[in-house]
C-alpha cells in the first residue's frame, strides 16, 4: 500500500534520528508508570524500530494470523501490524488477531485520528490486555460474582442495557471486580442486535455506603472502559447518587477523556425510566422500573445469581453468549467452568464482622477470621471519611 511504501523508502538513519529524543521521553514516562500493564521494553524496541519494518502484503507474520474472509483496508492492516510489533516477542496470538476486525481497529484509528503508529500502541495495549484475561473473555471461567452487575434488558435498537444496584455490591476486591466487569462486558458485546455498537450502563446508587468508598477498583475499570472497551459506552447514568458518591465520581473522572465524560449523566429513578423509555423503549422501560422498585424494599446484600436473577445476562443465555469465543479457542461446545479462585477471591474481602455485605456471606466467610490491625484502620478511616462527607 501507500503507506507501506512511504514508510519503506525513509533511509534508516534519518528515521532514527527523527524519533531519538520523542523515544527518550517515552522511555522515561514509562519507566514512570510501574502500573502500566504493557511490557514497557517490548513496547520501545518495537517504536525503534518502527520506521524500519514495512508492513508487506506477504509477510509471514500477517498470513500466520490472518482471519480467512476479512478483505482488510491496508491501513487497517498496518495498525495492526504495528500492534503486533509492540507486544512481548513481537507475537500476535490467534485469539488476539481473530479480535481485530476491521470494525473494531477502526474505532482505535478513530480515537487516535488516523495516526497508524499511535493507534497501534493503544491496540496493543488492549490486546495485551485481552490475552491477561482471556480464560473470563472466552467465557470459559465464569468470575466470583461481586454484585448484581448484569445486561438487564436490551433496548429496541439492539443496545444492551447494563445493570448494577450498590445494594448488593460486596466489599471491592479489585480484581474479582474487574473479572466480573469484564465477563459481563464481553457478554455486553456478543449480546448487541442489528446497527447497535455500544452498550448503557446505569448504577444504581441505592445502598451506597461508606465500605464502597475505596477508590482502588476506580483505576483499572476505567482503563478496561478507556481501552479494550473503547467507544462501546454510549451512555452512563448514575440513579439517585448521594454526595459521598461524587469521591468516586471524582477520582474516575480524570481516567478517561472528555468524550467519555460527557456520556455520564445524573438522574433520578424517575428520570432515568424517562430517559430509556426514549433511548430504548417502553419495554426495556419498564424493566428498569421493575427492578428499581424491587431493590428498594429491602437493605440486605445478596450478589450474583438468586431467585428472579440470572447472570451475566437477563436477555440471553452465557453459553450461547460465548460461543463464538469458546470456538475461537479450540473448545467447542465445552461447559463453562465456574472459578477456581472462589474461595480466594472471597478470602480477600475479609472485613470487620460488623460491616460485611450480609448475613448469607458471613456465613460463608466464617466470623472466627481475624482481621489485621491495618485492615481495621483503613474501615474505621473510611467510615470517618463517609460520616464527615454526610
Not at 68 to 78: R, T
Not at 114 to 119: E, I, R, T, W, Y
Not at 259 to 266: D, H, I, L, N, S
Not at 308 to 326: C, H, I, T, W, Y
Request: aromatic content about 8%.
Amino acid at each position: 500500500g501507500t503507506f507501506a511504501a512511504n514508510h519503506a523508502c525513509q533511509p534508516q538513519e534519518r528515521s532514527c534520528a527523527k524519533i531519538g529524543a520523542p523515544l527518550a521521553m517515552f522511555r522515561a514516562l514509562l519507566d514512570s508508570l510501574s502500573c502500566c500493564s504493557v511490557d514497557r521494553r517490548s513496547l520501545c524496541d518495537a517504536l525503534l524500530d518502527r520506521t524500519m519494518t514495512p508492513v508487506s502484503k506477504n509477510s509471514p507474520s500477517s498470513n500466520d494470523v490472518e482471519p480467512s474472509g476479512y478483505v482488510v483496508d491496508p491501513k487497517i492492516q498496518a495498525v495492526i501490524e504495528q500492534a503486533r510489533l509492540c507486544l512481548p516477542n513481537q507475537k500476535m496470538s490467534w485469539w488476539q488477531r481473530s479480535w481485530c476486525s476491521p470494525e473494531i481497529v477502526q474505532v482505535y484509528l478513530k480515537g487516535r485520528k488516523g495516526d497508524v503508529l499511535a493507534a497501534a500502541k493503544i491496540l496493543a495495549e488492549a490486546l495485551q490486555w485481552r490475552e491477561q484475561h482471556r480464560d473470563i473473555l472466552s467465557g470459559s471461567r465464569v468470575p466470583v460474582w461481586q454484585s448484581d452487575f448484569r445486561i438487564l434488558a436490551r433496548a429496541a435498537s439492539g443496545h444492551p442495557i447494563i445493570y448494577l444496584c450498590y445494594r448488593h455490591h460486596m466489599i471491592p476486591n479489585t480484581q474479582a471486580i474487574l473479572e466480573h466487569g469484564a465477563y459481563v462486558l464481553e457478554a455486553a458485546v456478543h449480546s448487541m442486535r442489528g446497527d447497535a455498537r455500544q452498550f448503557d450502563i446505569i448504577i444504581d446508587c441505592y445502598g451506597f455506603n461508606h465500605t464502597h468508598l475505596d477508590p482502588r477498583p476506580i483505576v483499572p475499570l476505567m482503563k478496561m472502559i478507556q481501552q479494550p472497551y473503547r467507544d462501546r459506552l454510549r451512555t452512563a447514568i448514575f440513579v439517585g447518587a448521594p454526595s459521598a458518591f461524587n469521591f468516586l465520581y471524582r477520582v474516575g473522572s480524570p481516567l478517561v477523556n472528555e468524550k467519555t465524560r460527557r456520556k455520564a449523566m445524573f438522574a433520578s429513578p424517575d428520570e432515568a425510566v424517562t430517559h430509556i423509555a426514549k433511548t430504548g423503549g417502553g419495554d426495556a422501560a419498564q424493566t428498569l422500573k421493575g427492578v428499581l422498585s424491587l431493590n428498594r424494599q429491602g437493605t440486605d446484600c445478596q450478589p450474583g445469581e438468586i431467585e428472579g436473577r440470572k447472570m451475566p445476562s437477563e436477555v440471553d443465555d452465557a453459553v450461547n453468549l460465548f460461543r463464538s469465543a469458546r470456538r475461537q479457542l479450540g473448545s467447542g461446545s465445552a461447559s463453562i467452568q465456574p472459578s477456581a479462585e472462589a474461595s480466594a477471591a472471597e478470602a480477600e474481602t475479609t472485613m470487620p464482622s460488623s460491616w460485611r455485605c450480609c448475613r448469607r456471606r458471613r456465613a460463608q466467610q466464617g466470623e472466627t477470621r481475624g482481621v489485621s490491625k491495618f485492615q481495621e484502620s483503613g474501615f474505621m478511616r473510611l467510615k470517618l471519611f463517609w460520616h464527615a462527607l454526610g
